[in-house]
């Protein structure tokens, strides 16, 4: 058996924790692997490599992908130009029986849309986004929340010794998973979602109150936040990209306004990419290790068009078609919006 691997979209710490997984339980059962470069951009420029026990030895905790990876190809309209039949005859070419596809919600649509063509595809959800149906958590999550938590700690100091509000701004795009749970694993005081949008009069009267009380504040906002009757802070258009908005900036926003209704000094900093770099958590490394073994299950069983996913504590597996354009965003009933709000955290409105 002949079996390919890739990582597409954004990169995300715990990618070569799943390319090594695959690889070491697919060549101990007798198969070859072959890593694809630059994600989907590989099949069709024709770029790919084998991968031997020996490759992906000691990447565990290496962050990014050793394989590289595109955040803006789609075979199916590359350039206005469909190219799909490229990348299927390099498939061909090499000989793949099988392709391992390790991404997020675009990657996932590609990958559904190759097996419909008859390459057989199984699917690792990635993001830190945490944003992708069907599975409890992705890889790369847990890595980034620990970022933002640090982040806020690390701020904490100047808003206590300046008696200052403090804004982190994290990434998340329309979902606020990590705004949430780094916020609350770094003590934040106010967390702002996409999903639960703020005024900013009620986080100017929830500052000056801590002004009162505490005498500073610290707020962390996710890039897809956005304040009532206001539109997404958009950083930049990706052409090509499946999803081509770039949030960011949301934080600045914020500090500009609420600066001239408060006593205090206001900064905010915004963490971008280091959320998304690194090396991977214990967890994430964990995690991504069973996601890339079973994985390797699912294809040697023959159980193609699915894509990994963890539910509860167990790995099981899902169609790849029931999340194919489908994002997961906070629910208002969420366990951990109640115990932040009962906590004191202030929530949106
Ligand atoms: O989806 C992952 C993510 O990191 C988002 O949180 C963020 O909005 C986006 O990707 C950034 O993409 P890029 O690396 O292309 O700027």
């Not at 190219?83 to 991404?103: Q, T």
């Not at 979602?193 to 929830?206: C, G, K, Q």
């Not at 099981?316 to 932040?340: F, K, Y």
């Amino acid at each position: 058996m002949h079996v390919g691997i890739l990582t597409g979209g954004g990169d995300c710490p715990g990618l070569n924790a799943v390319i090594r997984a695959v690889t070491l339980a697919l060549v101990g059962h007798g198969a070859r692997v072959t890593g694809i470069e630059r994600g989907f951009h590989g099949l069709i420029s024709r770029h790919s490599r084998p991968l031997a026990p020996a490759d992906v030895n000691g990447i565990l905790a290496q962050g990014g992908t050793i394989l590289g990876t595109h955040n803006a190809c789609d075979p199916f309209h590359s350039d206005g130009t469909d190219r799909s039949g490229d990348a299927m005859a390099y498939a061909h070419h090499l000989g793949l029986d099988a392709l391992v596809v390790i991404g997020g919600d675009g990657t996932m649509q590609i990958a559904h849309a190759f097996q419909r063509l008859g390459l057989p595809v199984v699917g690792v959800p990635k993001t830190i986004d945490n944003d992708l149906p069907g599975t409890d958590r992705t890889f790369g999550f847990d890595s980034a929340v620990a970022v933002v938590a640090e982040a806020l700690d690390r701020v904490a100091t100047t808003a206590r010794s300046h008696g200052r509000v403090m804004i982190v701004e994290t990434m998340g795009r329309y979902a606020g998973w990590i705004a949430l749970e780094g916020g609350m694993a770094g003590g934040a005081d106010a967390i702002l979602l996409p999903e639960l949008p703020f005024t900013v009069d009620a986080v100017a009267a929830f500052a000056r109150a801590r002004e009162a009380d505490h005498g500073w504040t610290l707020i962390c906002i996710a890039e897809g936040a956005r304040a009532d009757g206001e539109g997404l802070t958009v950083r930049e258009r990706i052409a090509g990209s499946p999803d081509p908005l770039r949030l960011g900036g949301v934080g600045a926003w914020l500090q500009q306004r609420l600066e001239p209704m408060l006593k205090s000094e206001v900064r905010s900093t915004l963490l971008g990419h280091t959320q998304r770099g690194g090396t991977p958590t214990a967890f994430d490394r964990v995690l991504a290790t069973r996601f890339g073994w079973h994985a390797a299950e699912l294809v040697r069983a023959g159980s193609f068009g699915r894509m990994v996913a963890l539910q509860g504590d167990a790995i099981g597996s899902i169609a790849i078609e029931s999340i194919a354009g489908r994002s997961r965003p906070v629910p208002p009933d969420h366990p951990l919006l109640q115990a932040a709000r009962g906590t004191g955290v202030m929530l949106g409105r």
